[in-house]
């Protein structure tokens, strides 16, 4: 089982930066790809960014030069530094641990990012 929880989500304006961090119960980053998704009201649950056991990343189109995925092992923590925020930014993010079918996807209970003026 792996847990976890996911914070720093918050209301910021337009062009605003935030930092969201999920930290994992155990030691992980190097047998599981973590992600971070995001789900706006009304739309599918869409992937924001990744970065797999070999620190490879891969960012969605929407946010490639904007938002950053990181990881600190020591901490068991990853990031997602998120700048230039728009309006459309604005949906519950989750972070995701994958460990493919043999270990199994885990997921955060969410945390919620706004961006209104």
């Known amino acids: 089982q792996v847990q976890l929880v996911e914070s720093g989500g918050g209301l910021v304006q337009p062009g605003g930066t935030l930092r969201l961090s999920c930290a994992a119960s155990r030691t992980i980053f190097l047998v599981y790809r973590m992600g971070w998704y995001r789900q706006a009201p009304g739309k599918q649950r869409e992937l924001v960014a990744s970065?797999?056991?070999?620190?490879?990343?891969n960012y969605a189109d929407s946010v490639k030069g904007r938002f950053t995925i990181s990881r600190d092992n020591a901490k068991n923590t990853v990031y997602l530094q998120m700048n230039s925020l728009k309006l459309e930014d604005t949906a519950a993010y989750y972070c995701?641990?994958?460990?493919?079918?043999?270990?199994?996807?885990?997921w955060g209970q969410g945390t919620q990012v706004t961006v209104s003026s």
């Open positions: 970065i797999d056991k070999g620190g490879s990343t």
């Open positions: 995701n641990a994958d460990g493919g079918s043999l270990l199994g996807s885990y």
